[in-house]
Protein backbone atom coordinates (compact mmCIF):
# COMPACT_ATOMS: atom_id res chain seq x y z
CA UNK A 1 0.00 0.00 0.00
CA UNK A 2 1.52 2.98 -1.06
CA UNK A 3 -1.28 5.64 0.13
CA UNK A 4 0.40 8.63 1.90
CA UNK A 5 3.95 6.93 1.57
CA UNK A 6 6.85 9.96 0.74
CA UNK A 7 9.39 8.52 -2.62
CA UNK A 8 11.76 10.24 -3.55
CA UNK A 9 12.68 10.12 -7.69
CA UNK A 10 16.03 10.69 -8.10
CA UNK A 11 15.87 10.97 -12.03
CA UNK A 12 12.55 11.84 -12.11
CA UNK A 13 13.17 13.71 -15.44
CA UNK A 14 14.09 10.70 -16.74
CA UNK A 15 12.65 8.38 -18.83
CA UNK A 16 11.94 5.95 -16.26
CA UNK A 17 11.66 8.14 -13.20
CA UNK A 18 9.03 10.01 -15.18
CA UNK A 19 6.58 6.64 -15.85
CA UNK A 20 7.36 6.01 -12.46
CA UNK A 21 6.50 8.86 -10.72
CA UNK A 22 2.67 9.16 -12.84
CA UNK A 23 2.26 5.59 -11.68
CA UNK A 24 3.00 6.63 -8.05
CA UNK A 25 0.91 9.72 -8.35
CA UNK A 26 -2.27 6.95 -9.40
CA UNK A 27 -1.62 4.90 -6.10
CA UNK A 28 -2.06 8.25 -4.17
CA UNK A 29 1.86 8.32 -3.38
CA UNK A 30 3.71 11.88 -1.92
CA UNK A 31 6.01 11.66 -4.91
CA UNK A 32 9.30 14.07 -4.38
CA UNK A 33 11.13 13.90 -7.76
CA UNK A 34 14.79 15.43 -7.80
CA UNK A 35 15.80 17.47 -10.68
CA UNK A 36 18.88 19.83 -11.02
CA UNK A 37 16.53 21.93 -12.81
CA UNK A 38 13.67 21.95 -10.01
CA UNK A 39 10.70 21.11 -12.88
CA UNK A 40 9.44 18.77 -15.24
CA UNK A 41 11.42 19.55 -18.72
CA UNK A 42 11.25 16.37 -20.63
CA UNK A 43 8.17 16.64 -22.24
CA UNK A 44 7.62 13.44 -21.66
CA UNK A 45 5.24 14.08 -18.55
CA UNK A 46 2.62 11.27 -18.31
CA UNK A 47 0.45 12.88 -15.65
CA UNK A 48 -2.49 14.25 -15.66
CA UNK A 49 -1.94 17.26 -14.65
CA UNK A 50 0.21 19.66 -16.70
CA UNK A 51 1.50 21.92 -14.38
CA UNK A 52 2.52 18.52 -11.96
CA UNK A 53 0.81 20.02 -9.04
CA UNK A 54 0.80 16.40 -7.55
CA UNK A 55 4.28 15.90 -7.64
CA UNK A 56 6.60 18.30 -5.91
CA UNK A 57 9.81 18.82 -7.53
CA UNK A 58 13.01 19.46 -5.50
CA UNK A 59 16.05 21.19 -6.98
CA UNK A 60 19.25 19.73 -6.29
CA UNK A 61 22.15 17.42 -7.20
CA UNK A 62 22.83 14.55 -5.87
CA UNK A 63 26.53 14.74 -6.34
CA UNK A 64 26.06 17.88 -4.04
CA UNK A 65 23.38 15.95 -1.38
CA UNK A 66 24.16 18.54 1.73
CA UNK A 67 21.30 21.46 0.68
CA UNK A 68 18.59 18.34 0.35
CA UNK A 69 19.85 15.98 2.90
CA UNK A 70 16.55 16.96 4.70
CA UNK A 71 14.36 16.09 1.60
CA UNK A 72 16.47 12.87 1.25
CA UNK A 73 15.80 11.81 4.73
CA UNK A 74 12.21 12.62 4.41
CA UNK A 75 11.12 10.20 2.30
CA UNK A 76 10.08 7.12 2.93
CA UNK A 77 11.19 5.34 -0.50
CA UNK A 78 14.43 6.58 -2.28
CA UNK A 79 14.13 5.48 -5.88
CA UNK A 80 17.01 5.68 -7.95
CA UNK A 81 16.74 6.14 -11.43
CA UNK A 82 19.34 8.04 -12.73
CA UNK A 83 21.72 6.82 -15.47
CA UNK A 84 23.08 6.83 -18.40
CA UNK A 85 24.73 4.88 -21.04
CA UNK A 86 27.55 6.72 -22.65
CA UNK A 87 29.99 8.77 -22.19
CA UNK A 88 29.26 12.01 -24.61
CA UNK A 89 30.57 15.11 -24.65
CA UNK A 90 27.33 16.47 -22.49
CA UNK A 91 27.78 14.15 -19.99
CA UNK A 92 31.54 14.36 -19.76
CA UNK A 93 30.91 18.37 -19.36
CA UNK A 94 31.49 20.27 -16.26
CA UNK A 95 29.81 23.47 -17.37
CA UNK A 96 26.18 24.09 -16.54
CA UNK A 97 23.94 21.60 -17.81
CA UNK A 98 26.78 18.47 -18.13
CA UNK A 99 25.54 15.87 -15.96
CA UNK A 100 28.92 14.02 -15.21
CA UNK A 101 31.24 10.79 -16.36
CA UNK A 102 29.37 7.44 -16.81
CA UNK A 103 30.77 6.61 -13.53
CA UNK A 104 29.53 9.60 -12.01
CA UNK A 105 26.16 9.08 -12.92
CA UNK A 106 25.58 5.36 -12.74
CA UNK A 107 28.14 4.90 -9.47
CA UNK A 108 29.30 7.81 -7.62
CA UNK A 109 25.53 9.39 -7.42
CA UNK A 110 24.55 6.06 -5.55
CA UNK A 111 27.69 6.47 -2.71
CA UNK A 112 26.81 10.33 -2.50
CA UNK A 113 23.04 9.38 -1.61
CA UNK A 114 24.37 7.11 0.69
CA UNK A 115 26.54 9.21 2.69
CA UNK A 116 24.04 12.16 3.82
CA UNK A 117 21.34 9.09 4.92
CA UNK A 118 20.92 9.39 8.62
CA UNK A 119 19.21 5.93 9.26
CA UNK A 120 18.78 2.96 6.90
CA UNK A 121 15.55 3.16 3.86
CA UNK A 122 14.36 1.48 1.68
CA UNK A 123 15.97 2.29 -1.43
CA UNK A 124 15.78 0.62 -5.19
CA UNK A 125 18.43 1.59 -7.15
CA UNK A 126 17.47 1.00 -11.30
CA UNK A 127 20.42 0.33 -13.24
CA UNK A 128 21.24 -2.02 -16.98
CA UNK A 129 22.00 -5.55 -15.45
CA UNK A 130 24.23 -5.87 -18.55
CA UNK A 131 25.66 -3.75 -21.08
CA UNK A 132 24.48 -3.38 -25.02
CA UNK A 133 27.65 -5.75 -27.08
CA UNK A 134 28.63 -2.00 -28.65
CA UNK A 135 29.23 -0.62 -24.95
CA UNK A 136 32.69 -3.20 -24.38
CA UNK A 137 34.26 -0.83 -22.05
CA UNK A 138 31.43 -0.92 -19.52
Known sequence: NLIGKRILILGGNGYLGN???ARLVQQQATVLALS????????????????????????????????????INSADVIVHAIGTLFDTSVTKSTK?????TYEQVN????????????????????SSAAHPPFLARY
Open 19 to 21: YLA
Open 36 to 71: RLANHHTGQDKTSDPENQTIKWVKGNILEPEPIKNT
Open 96 to 100: PGGIG
Open 107 to 126: RDTLASLLKVLEKPKKIIYI
